[in-house]
């Protein structure tokens, strides 16, 4: 059983549901990864989303450009964010780690060398954004055959039909966007996300995270309300925009944030 | 070409946008239903004989065409070669062959009822080009633009905006034409219910790179009957600019069956290869994935994309339309390119001699055409694309010459 399967199926003995913090690696400077992650995890994280630095982030607003930008500046690459997930293994051999960013890093790297590397590193999923089940066929086997999730995009604009054969190609868990939009997007619809989460239920029996649109401990606690998992982004990186020039600012005050959204939904 | 089995160049893409290894949909979920049904209205329309022919219309009596195919005598003499041929898409209404495909999308926007446009520009023709359709069209348009580019295109700024236009400086990024692409694909994926983004080269996730290759299709087919009835015969040899590549496949793909027509598609050379500022990821690039398909990109080692350099902001783009990467790939077209002195003496050149102002998009396959032409005999026929009008570019060249106006 992978570690994210072992996770989620504890989580759903206890009742409770997965809180899934997202950070850029390398913001705002490599060195405040690791502690970073740490925290995350003390303060009652279940998986670890971790950002992959891409120059051109088509997919995010300005929060989580801006991170990249900030990692960019520090040239962390894809090679460093896998020493930063090894290094994190030494401590902690049981919090999943899932990979997030974009295709051409991935691509440059070259996908058998990716797989294994990471695999060997310690990361539990990746999520590509730009790659969509169609473009996929030759790599989800390539991930399997490491032992890697390929974590895969539901949208409100995706069809039932499109949607089962999403799910038939994605492992550990699917990741609901809940509005239609870029990262840190404006608040989202409870109701809305509910009622395509009962349909994307009919679909499959995989856990379904749901990201965008969470500020707070409130809306952590009504969309854990009928989702398998909570993913948070922007909220937490903007911690560290506002925090520039003291990343132990930065990490309290996103350690508190995580801890009462852990708090609201575990109420 | 040396195999035996003819490509059928027609069989290209796919069902699903693959120009061989490259093309594709590279994009978040949320854009794949509204790429669905564009592609299904796509399918529909372009088989549907009333849209090709409000297609023809509007080519023939709002944009102008067919554009000439001029042949340029004073520069043939002086380059002392090949017979030297201009396609004259400066001509078109708007002053560049961008126009082709923003009337084409247009009209798919129109058919699909949304009320709004977003673009893309780098020189800024692509926006004029878009803004102009939807001031015709009555639509709501909104152009992303580099800041860089806001900077150096002042001219084209204003037009966009006297057309009613709300053109958005990007500051994002190396603020230039790849990250206006970004900020539309983000307005795009907010307001995909209304909007219809209107992409300005042969890139972008399918079906993009079909469908402008298809409405950009009437150069080459224009030119290439242009050249059988006042030459006689076909062309020899192609010559266009490749940024994105929108012209060039245009010119191109007509005449990819005729196997003794060579192509050469035009890279910006920026300063040279060799000092790696430039614009020519078809020489100089490797394959990757960017703004919905891969193909030739320059990206570094870490797969981060780079800063790219040319003094024609057309030009200035890290990546190229996948159909060229395909081309390049199969030997069927050669990628070369000219230098920005090329261009600007290549621009100062047509302007003297034959009283034609490029574009300095269209300057660097001109810079090319003329050394082909003078590698080539008295017989033989070269086209260049002269996809656009140069009074844009004069506040630059001037900067250069070191005179403000």
């Known amino acids: 059983m992978s570690r994210i399967q072992a996770r989620f199926s504890a989580l759903q003995a206890a009742g409770r549901k997965a809180l899934i913090p997202y950070i850029t690696a390398g913001d705002p400077a490599p060195a405040v990864t690791l502690p970073l992650m740490h925290d995350l995890v003390a303060a009652g994280a279940d998986i670890i989303e971790l950002g992959i630095p891409f120059s051109d982030p088509m997919a995010d607003g300005p929060v989580i450009q801006l991170a990249m930008e900030r990692a960019l500046?520090?040239?962390?690459?894809?090679?460093?964010?896998?020493?930063?997930?090894?290094?994190?293994?030494?401590?902690?051999?049981?919090?999943?780690?899932?990979?997030?960013?974009?295709?051409?890093?991935?691509?440059?790297?070259?996908?058998?060398?990716?797989?294994?590397?990471?695999?060997?590193?310690?990361?539990?999923?990746?999520?590509?954004?730009?790659?969509?089940?169609?473009?996929?066929?030759?790599?989800?086997?390539?991930?399997?055959?490491?032992?890697?999730?390929?974590?895969?995009?539901?949208?409100?604009?995706?069809?039932?039909?499109?949607?089962?054969?999403?799910?038939?190609?994605a492992s550990g868990y699917v990741y609901y966007v809940s509005l239609k939009g870029v990262t840190g997007s404006s608040a989202l619809d409870v109701t809305d996300v509910a009622n395509k989460l009962d349909m994307l239920r009919t679909v499959t029996d995989l856990p379904i995270g749901v990201g965008f649109g969470i500020r707070d401990g409130a809306t952590a606690a009504a969309v854990g309300e009928v989702a398998d998992g909570v993913v948070v982004g922007s909220v937490l990186v903007n911690q560290i925009a506002a925090n520039a020039d003291n990343p132990d600012a930065a990490r309290k005050a996103i350690s508190a944030i995580i801890a009462e959204m852990r708090g609201a939904m575990d109420h | 070409m040396s195999d035996s089995n003819p490509i059928d160049f027609s069989a290209v893409p796919d069902a699903r946008g693959h120009f061989g290894p490259y093309g594709g949909r590279?994009?978040?979920?949320?854009?794949?239903?509204?790429?669905?049904?564009?592609?299904?209205?796509?399918?529909?329309?372009?088989?549907?004989?009333?849209?090709?022919?409000?297609?023809?219309?509007?080519?023939?009596?709002?944009?102008?065409?067919?554009?000439?195919?001029?042949?340029?005598?004073?520069?043939?003499?002086?380059?002392?070669?090949?017979?030297?041929?201009?396609?004259?898409?400066?001509?078109?209404?708007?002053?560049?062959?961008?126009?082709?495909?923003?009337?084409?999308?247009?009209?798919?926007?129109?058919?699909?009822?949304?009320?709004?446009?977003?673009?893309?520009?780098?020189?800024?023709?692509?926006?004029?080009?878009?803004?102009?359709?939807?001031?015709?069209l009555g639509l709501k348009c909104q152009?992303?633009?580099?800041?860089?580019?806001?900077?150096?295109?002042?001219?084209?700024?204003?037009?966009?905006?006297?057309?009613?236009?709300?053109?958005?400086?990007?500051?994002?990024?190396?603020?230039?034409?790849?990250?206006?692409?970004?900020?539309?694909?983000?307005?795009?994926?907010?307001?995909?219910?209304?909007?219809?983004?209107?992409?300005?080269?042969?890139?972008?996730?399918?079906?993009?790179?079909?469908?402008?290759?298809?409405?950009?299709?009437?150069?080459?087919?224009?030119?290439?009957?242009?050249?059988?009835?006042?030459?006689?015969?076909?062309?020899?040899?192609?010559?266009?600019?490749?940024?994105?590549?929108?012209?060039a496949i245009g010119l191109f793909h007509p005449f990819l069956n005729d196997e003794s027509v060579r192509m050469y598609g035009v890279e910006a050379g920026g300063h040279g290869i060799a000092t790696g500022e430039h614009a020519a990821p078809l020489s100089a690039g490797q394959p990757?994935?960017?703004?919905?398909?891969?193909?030739?990109?320059?990206?570094?080692?870490a797969g981060q994309i780079i800063?790219?350099?040319?003094?024609?902001?057309?030009?200035?783009?890290?990546?190229?339309?996948?159909?060229?990467?395909?081309?390049?790939?199969?030997?069927?077209?050669?990628?070369?390119?000219?230098?920005?002195?090329?261009?600007?003496?290549?621009?100062?050149?047509?302007?003297?001699?034959?009283?034609?102002?490029p574009a300095l998009e269209s300057s660097h396959a001109v810079a090319y055409g003329m050394k082909l032409a003078a590698s080539m005999s008295p017989e033989e026929i070269v086209v260049i694309n002269l996809s656009g009008r140069g009074d844009k570019d004069i506040h630059t060249v001037a900067g250069i010459d070191g005179i403000s106006i």
């Open chain 1, 73 to 169: 500046a520090h040239e962390v690459s894809l090679r460093q964010v896998l020493e930063m997930v090894a290094e994190f293994r030494q401590r902690d051999n049981d919090t999943p780690v899932v990979l997030m960013g974009y295709l051409n890093p991935v691509e440059r790297m070259g996908y058998d060398e990716f797989a294994r590397e990471a695999a060997e590193a310690g990361v539990d999923g990746v999520l590509t954004v730009d790659l969509p089940p169609e473009e996929a066929v030759d790599v989800v086997p390539l991930f399997k055959a490491r032992g890697l999730d390929t974590i895969f995009l539901l949208a409100p604009t995706t069809t039932a039909e499109r949607a089962r054969s999403i799910c038939q190609q």
């Open chain 2, 26 to 136: 590279f994009v978040s979920e949320t854009l794949m239903d509204a790429l669905d049904e564009l592609e299904r209205l796509y399918r529909t329309l372009s088989d549907d004989p009333a849209f090709q022919a409000e297609f023809d219309r509007d080519l023939a009596f709002y944009v102008g065409r067919p554009s000439p195919l001029y042949l340029a005598e004073r520069l043939t003499q002086k380059v002392g070669g090949a017979q030297i041929y201009l396609k004259r898409e400066d001509l078109n209404h708007t002053g560049a062959h961008k126009v082709n495909n923003t009337i084409g999308q247009a009209l798919l926007a129109k058919h699909m009822g949304k009320p709004r446009v977003i673009a893309e520009t780098g020189a800024g023709q692509h926006g004029v080009a878009t803004a102009t359709v939807a001031a015709r």
């Open chain 2, 143 to 247: 152009v992303y633009m580099g800041a860089e580019d806001v900077r150096r295109q002042a001219l084209n700024v204003y037009r966009m905006k006297l057309l009613g236009a709300e053109v958005i400086p990007v500051t994002s990024g190396s603020r230039t034409l790849k990250d206006a692409m970004n900020e539309a694909m983000r307005d795009w994926v907010t307001n995909i219910d209304d909007t219809f983004y209107i992409i300005g080269t042969v890139a972008g996730p399918h079906p993009y790179p079909e469908l402008v290759r298809d409405f950009q299709c009437v150069i080459g087919r224009e030119a290439r009957e242009q050249c059988l009835t006042q030459a006689g015969r076909l062309p020899d040899a192609l010559v266009a600019c490749v940024g994105g590549g929108s012209n």
């Open chain 2, 288 to 301: 990757g994935v960017l703004h919905g398909n891969r193909t030739y990109l320059m990206s570094d080692e």
């Open chain 2, 307 to 357: 800063e790219t350099h040319s003094v024609s902001a057309g030009l200035d783009y890290p990546g190229v339309g996948p159909e060229h990467s395909w081309l390049k790939d199969i030997g069927r077209v050669d990628y070369v390119d000219a230098t920005d002195d090329e261009a600007l003496h290549a621009f100062r050149e047509l302007t003297r001699v034959e009283g034609i102002m």
